[in-house]
C-alpha cells in the first residue's frame, strides 16, 4: 500500500490517495464498448444521486458531480 498525490480536476479528485492494489488485467473481450481501466472510491459529501441510464435494470447511485460519456452527445456530461 502507498500513498500518492493526485491533481485529477476532471474528476474533482485532489489530495492523496491510497493504492491499495496493482493486479495483472483480466483478458480483455473483443467487441463493442469501452474498457474499464480503474475506479475511484471516496467518500462523498452526502450529495448523492441515483443515476438510472437507458436499458439499465437497476439505478446507480453517484455522487452528483460524477461525469458519464454520452454516445448520444459524443461527449463526457455532468449528471446535474
Not at 450529495?47 to 461527449?75: C, F, M, P
Request: aromatic share 4%; with cysteine; hydrophobic share 30%.
Amino acid at each position: 500500500m502507498s500513498l500518492h498525490e493526485n491533481e485529477l480536476p476532471e474528476f474533482g479528485a485532489k489530495g492523496p490517495a491510497k493504492v491499495v492494489s496493482i493486479d495483472a488485467c483480466p483478458p480483455i473481450k473483443s467487441g463493442k464498448g469501452n474498457v474499464v481501466t480503474g475506479k475511484f472510491i471516496h467518500e462523498s459529501d452526502g450529495n448523492l444521486i441515483d443515476l438510472k441510464i437507458e436499458g439499465q435494470k437497476k439505478a446507480t447511485t453517484v455522487t452528483a458531480n460524477h461525469r458519464y460519456w454520452s454516445g448520444q452527445n459524443k461527449g463526457v456530461r455532468n449528471q446535474k
